[in-house]
Structures are given as structure tokens and as C-alpha cells.
T-cell receptor, first 113, second 113 residues
């Protein structure tokens, strides 16, 4: 069964540094998402992406965050200047059509020191 | 805004016990409802879904019925196994457009032999 893959599985970064989290969505999917889960809290929506542009974003997704689909397979989340409170598990998801279930990757655990 | 409320965990059950995890929601429209499961060290996997009132989603012995009158989507399983130990998330998404998932806080289930 096709899977969403995320790399790296764990990223440790100094505060203030830039970090790029990578995702390869399922190949025929058109809708892409990033979510995050701070330890012990609920999974929160960050941003959705379709047709090479952001469809929707949450209040969390401020100017420090950006997303990109640089080629036909990768979907990246960049945090420009990381803060301690950015430490979380970041999940990428994709879906084939509007209103179809979203399929999630295993996540990237981001630790900011 | 939309929200999902799940029963607090952790829930500890003996093998073959009956499981219920309560989930209620608040939504402005008529959402689709989902249960996702997160096994240790893995990402979120779709367990089951229901897209309209009175629909019953089922998978791997788990069931949940979309109850519009009580705005609920409780997860049930008649006989749990040790392998069901995981965190279970109730979620909703609006049925219009490419809308993000709104998650509950998750309920950790531990099944002991």
C-alpha cells in the first residue's frame, strides 16, 4: 500500500537555526497538509496546499513558516528561525481528492535546543 | 469554531474486554467524522470514517456510528487484543472544500494479557 514518507525521523536543531522537514506524499495525491503535535497535546493543523499554493493556514503558521513543492514528489515545511516552542512532532498528510481521507506519514520529531 | 472532545485517558483493559471511547463534536455544518490510531513509534493511520448521519464506520472489529442528534461518534470494540494498544484520535472535517482535520486530544489505550 502506498505510503507518505517523511524525513528525517528526528531532527535536533539549535534555536534560531533554519530547519527543513521533508515529505513525499502518495504519488497520485493532489492535496497536501502539515500538522504538528506538541508533546502531550492534540494534533494541530498548520497548512494545506493544493495546485502549488496554500489553500488554508492556521494561526500557528506565521511568517516563520513556509511550504514548498519544489518538484513533482517532495513537499517541504521550512521554519526560518526556530524557537524552543517549535519542538514537536510534525506530520505530513496527503489526500487524493477533496473530502477523501488524509493519509499520514510517521512524522518528524523536531527538538529545538 | 469546530471542535472535538474525547474522553480522557489512559484506558487500561484486560484482553477480550469491551471497549468504548467517547467522542463528541461541535461543528457549524455537517462534517465527516474519523477515528485515527497511532501505534507506538508510528504515524496516524485512518481506522474508520463516517460521512453522514447514521452512517456506521467499521474496521478491524472497531465500530463507530455518526449520531447527529447527540453529536457523537463513539468508538467501540467488542473484544480488545493486546495489539490494539495505541492512542486513538477522533477527528472531523467539514464536507466543503479542502478543509483540515480537527482532532481531539487522543485517548491512550493499554490492553494487558
Amino acid at each position: 500500500e502506498p505510503e507518505v514518507t517523511q524525513t528525517p525521523s528526528h531532527q535536533v536543531t539549535q534555536m534560531g537555526q533554519e530547519v527543513i522537514l521533508r515529505c513525499v506524499p502518495i504519488s497520485n495525491h493532489l492535496y497536501f497538509y502539515w500538522y504538528r503535535q506538541i508533546l502531550g497535546q492534540k494534533v494541530e493543523f498548520l497548512v494545506s496546499f493544493y495546485n502549488n499554493e496554500i489553500s488554508e493556514k492556521s494561526e500557528i503558521f506565521d511568517d516563520q513558516f513556509s511550504v514548498e513543492r519544489p518538484d513533482g514528489s517532495n513537499f517541504t515545511l521550512k521554519i526560518r528561525s526556530t524557537k524552543l516552542e517549535d519542538s514537536a512532532m510534525y506530520f505530513c498528510a496527503s489526500s487524493s481528492q477533496v473530502n477523501q481521507p488524509q493519509h499520514f506519514g510517521d512524522g518528524t520529531r523536531l527538538s529545538i535546543l | 469554531g469546530n471542535s472535538v472532545t474525547q474522553m480522557e485517558g489512559p484506558v487500561t483493559l484486560s484482553e477480550e474486554a469491551f471497549l468504548t471511547i467517547n467522542c463528541t463534536y461541535t461543528a457549524t455544518g455537517y462534517p465527516s467524522l474519523f477515528w485515527y490510531v497511532q501505534y507506538p513509534g508510528e504515524g496516524l493511520q485512518l481506522l474508520l470514517k463516517a460521512t453522514k448521519a447514521d452512517d456506521k464506520g467499521s474496521n478491524k472489529g472497531f465500530e463507530a456510528t455518526y449520531r447527529k442528534e447527540t453529536t457523537s461518534f463513539h468508538l467501540e470494540k467488542g473484544s480488545v487484543q493486546v495489539s490494539d494498544s495505541a492512542v486513538y484520535f477522533c477527528a472531523l472535517s467539514e464536507n466543503s472544500g479542502n478543509t483540515p482535520l480537527v482532532f481531539g486530544k487522543g485517548t491512550r489505550l493499554s490492553v494487558i494479557a
